[in-house]
């Protein structure tokens, strides 16, 4: 009868417990590994910052660029108001150039009786070979900026030769493309921060 007894099952194995703590790290990498309910997460959070980036500056550039075709038609109109003979104070020449352009650059008071952003430039010539080509600027080791120290306002009378130069500093939001775009680093300061738009006619005044 001795097989009629029952028979205790055989106690299972334990693992040692140094060993489980040795494996237990390999078992949770695995499982990361394996996983990939957070997949679309980890691709989101290392697209975004790129993608982003990407996506401002493009709207940054085509902004930029709207502001570049507004400053060269206020050039333009206003150079048509100058050369048709219509007599302008420099005082109403800023207004009236301000007004061209403010729909984007609206100019504050402060603009109006003290630059800061939009600079002018109106003087006659003798000849076409003497107007200058280059954008002045004032540059040293650190530095380069816009020179305004030769801007005037002294259009000439009927028949004379004109140029019209109009500066915009425009500012860079985009912080990751400032240093790639900007043109201008200002004495004194840390990096570069502005873009700078440059407008230029020239003219024969008419007869009038």
């Known amino acids: 009868m001795a097989d009629d007894l029952p ?9 040692d ?4 703590r040795t494996r237990r790290p390999q078992l949770l990498l695995r499982r990361f590994l394996r996983a990939r309910q957070g997949g679309t997460a980890i691709e989101f959070a290392l697209l975004v910052l790129p993608f982003l980036t990407v996506i401002f500056a493009s709207i940054e550039t085509f ?7 507004l400053l060269a038609n206020a050039t333009e109109t206003m150079a048509r108001r100058i050369r048709t003979g219509e007599v302008m104070t420099k ?9 061209e352009i403010s729909v984007m650059m609206p100019c504050s008071a402060a603009e109006l009786s003290t630059p800061s ?9 003798t000849s076409f070979a003497d ?7 004032k540059t040293s080791a650190s530095s ?7 801007f005037a306002y002294a259009p000439g009378g009927a028949g004379t030769i004109n140029v019209v ?7 860079v939001i985009t912080d990751l493309v400032r240093p790639y775009v900007t043109n201008l680093r200002p004495a004194g300061s840390s990096m570069p921060s502005d873009f700078l738009m440059v407008s230029t006619t020239t003219f024969r005044n008419e007869q009038f």
């Open 17 to 20: 417990r140094g060993e489980t």
């Open 7 to 15: 028979r205790s099952s055989p106690s299972p194995v334990l693992p």
């Open 91 to 99: 005082a109403q020449f800023r207004q009236q150039f301000c007004n």
């Open 144 to 150: 380069s900026d816009l020179d305004t120290s030769g």
């Open 117 to 125: 952003k939009l600079y002018l430039d109106v003087r006659s010539f």
């Open 63 to 69: 902004v930029a660029f709207t502001g570049e075709q």
């Open 165 to 171: 130069r109009a500066y915009y500093r425009w500012t």
């Open 131 to 137: 107007i200058p080509v280059a954008v002045p600027r």
